[in-house]
């Protein structure tokens, strides 16, 4: 009996050591599944981030270029031409800030209304909140930002004609620094939207190359008609 009783108390204790193993692997595939599924959020998240970051300053780049470009098809002064390109980077930064602040700002409003709705719907205690929280968008971030972004590319053209005098080869140094910075950004922005490079790169360069020549052109026939 005793040794019945000692064979029984063996395979119980067994079988709880079998169970509390099996828990724990389950816990531990859990913790390691969602360790996964965070670092997936964390790089999807980045992700958009920069690619928001290259079309922001493919945007400083193209818009800042093109003003350069159409006056100087009127003033072949490069004093004229860098303060235009500077005021179109001051101009474009503030309003890609504020745009994007405002933008955000009414996310923000919007996740916040939602929290305190499923607050009140599934009484979540104060803790969770203050977790959520740290996850909201940031507007002031998101706007600096964005301007941040717009004046990196606004810049590469201002650089480009700041030390060139001559008129002719100051176009050229703008042109091709800019078609440089365009396939550069096209680049990043395939990378990061994981499209082939180099029809991104091509439609970026594309697009940059079109805008330039309709503002240069029509700044062009509007100036020389005396208007």
């Known amino acids: 009996m005793a040794s019945n009783q000692a064979s029984n108390n063996t395979q119980q204790e067994s079988k709880f050591t079998l169970s509390m193993n099996h828990d724990m692997e389950q816990q ?5 599944h969602q360790q996964v599924e965070e670092k997936e959020f964390d790089y999807s998240k980045r992700s958009q981030w920069l690619r928001a970051a290259v079309l922001g300053a493919n945007d400083g780049l193209v818009s800042t270029a093109s003003l350069m470009m159409g006056i100087g098809a009127v003033k072949k002064d490069i004093k004229v031409m860098i303060l235009t390109g500077f005021a179109g980077l001051v101009a474009g930064a503030c309003s890609m800030a504020i745009g994007e602040f405002v933008s955000v700002y009414s996310q923000l ?9 499923d607050d009140k719907r ?5 803790g969770d909140n203050e977790d959520e929280k740290n996850v909201l968008p940031n507007p002031a971030q998101a706007a600096a930002a964005s301007a941040l972004a717009f004046s990196v590319g606004a810049i590469v ?15 050229g140094a703008v042109v091709a620094a800019v078609t440089i910075a365009l396939m550069v950004f096209g680049w990043l922005g395939a990378v990061l939207g994981k499209a082939p490079a180099i029809k991104s790169s091509a439609r970026v360069l594309f697009g940059g190359w079109l805008a330039m020549a309709i503002t240069y052109g029509l700044t062009k026939l509007i100036g020389s008609s005396g208007l």
């Open 28 to 32: 531990q595939i859990s913790l390691d």
């Open 109 to 117: 409003d919007i996740e916040v209304a939602q929290m305190q709705r």
């Open 122 to 126: 599934r009484h979540k205690i104060k």
């Open 157 to 171: 053209p201002l650089l480009a004609a700041s030390f060139i005098r001559d008129y002719k080869v100051r176009i």
